[in-house]
């Protein structure tokens, strides 16, 4: 069975710092890897995604992250976090040949004026 | 574009009654995904639709929730009877195709009493 890991629940850093937001996953085939963000009292936004190519995915708002297969990682990181960066993230992997989509429990991300 | 439309945004029922919600998807997304999301876990895939086919559907509690999907455009979920642990949001997501980017809507914030 596939499964997301998202080791902690919050993230804590002060604006202008670089961020790193942790994920891990487990697919039995090849993985299509996706970060979503949710803003207070909004819905869930695509943020980028990795299917195949260039380990370094660019994403919205100046997010990208990068896939690395022997770790089985996909963090997403940014160089110089915003307080408006301030949201609840979810990281997402599917299967490409069951197409399943499984998310981890998310991260909050914090950043502190 | 409009984007993925749900409702109601808010249901209150008693335990052992019977609910039903309704999702519009963004126009030519030809998949449609239904998730519950539990307080503090990430959202969980109750059944994904290629236009009016079910792709998956293994997590779906079938003795009491039942979706679909006519003509292959919107959707509807509904649970009979409710249980308590039923409490969650309903998502209702759609993409252009089975491995797109995920739209979703507002959701549907349901509380069993």
């Known amino acids: 069975a596939q499964s997301v890991a998202q080791p902690e629940d919050q993230v804590n850093v002060a604006e202008g710092n670089p961020l790193t937001v942790k994920c891990t996953y487990s697919?039995?085939?090849?993985?299509?890897l996706f970060w979503y963000v949710q803003y207070p009292n909004r819905g869930l936004q695509f943020l980028l995604k990795?299917?195949?190519?260039?380990?370094l995915v660019k994403g919205s708002y100046g997010f990208e992250a990068e896939f690395n297969k022997s770790q089985t990682s996909f963090h997403l990181k940014k160089p110089s976090a915003l307080v408006s960066d301030s949201a609840l993230y979810f990281c997402a992997v599917r299967d490409t040949n069951a197409g399943k989509s499984t998310f981890g429990d998310g991260t909050t991300l914090t950043v502190k004026p | 574009e409009a984007g993925v439309a749900q409702s109601p945004r808010y249901k209150i029922i008693e335990k052992r009654q019977s609910v039903a919600f309704w999702c519009n998807p963004i126009?030519?997304?030809?998949?449609l995904y239904w998730y519950q999301q539990i307080l503090g876990q990430g959202p969980k895939l109750l059944i994904q639709f290629q236009n009016n086919g079910v792709v998956d559907d293994s997590q779906l509690p079938k003795d009491r929730f039942s979706a679909e999907r006519l003509k292959g455009v919107d959707s509807t979920l509904k649970i009979q009877p409710a249980k308590l642990e039923d409490s969650a949001v309903y998502l209702c997501?759609?993409?252009?195709?089975?491995?797109?980017?995920?739209?979703f809507g507002p959701g549907t914030r349901l509380l069993v009493l």
């Open positions: 126009s030519g997304h030809a998949t």
């Open positions: 997501a759609s993409s252009l195709a089975p491995w797109g980017n995920q739209y």
């Open positions: 990795y299917i195949t190519g260039d380990n």
């Open positions: 697919v039995s085939g090849n993985p299509y």
